[in-house]
């Protein structure tokens, strides 16, 4: 099974660990931060145990927004929504085949999880459309 990069507990995910690790997509992923940034969200990097890895969870005062895990050459991006809070995403702004994909998408529990691989910087407007959606939600 695939799992994500960043498994070393003593070797935290800075500014030159990412740039190693994402390749060409680090600029997408600065491009992330800078633009979380600026919507008052907070990217905070933990190695988690269970995963053993290193992902960023990435949070509006004390909602969390997003998961954030690095891959081989990307990132991965991970929300979770209610049913209840499912429809909004098909309102939203963002490029087609992820409200597709998040229509088909099974609920596990309460949550319906919509998960995006992002390797370019064009994909990250999608990723901060969502961010705000989820960051107005009650």
């Not at 809070?85 to 963002?94: N, Q, Y």
């Not at 490029?95 to 309460?110: E, L, P």
């Amino acid at each position: 099974m695939e799992r994500p990069l960043l498994n070393d507990p003593n070797l935290p995910p800075d500014t030159v660990v990412l740039k190693k690790t994402l390749g060409r997509s680090h600029a997408a992923y600065e491009a992330l931060a800078a633009g979380a940034s600026g919507a008052g969200l907070e990217m905070s990097w933990r190695y988690y145990n269970d995963g053993k890895a290193w992902l960023c969870k990435v949070t509006h005062k004390k909602k969390t927004v997003f998961w954030l895990s690095v891959w081989d050459g990307l990132f991965k991006i991970g929300f979770h929504f209610t049913e209840k809070t499912r429809t909004g995403v098909a309102e939203l702004d963002i490029d087609a085949n992820i409200k597709s994909t998040f229509a088909r998408a099974q609920a596990v529990g309460k949550l319906v999880s919509l998960g995006l691989d992002v390797r370019k910087k064009s994909q990250v407007r999608d990723v901060l459309t969502l961010a705000e959606y989820k960051k107005s939600l009650k």
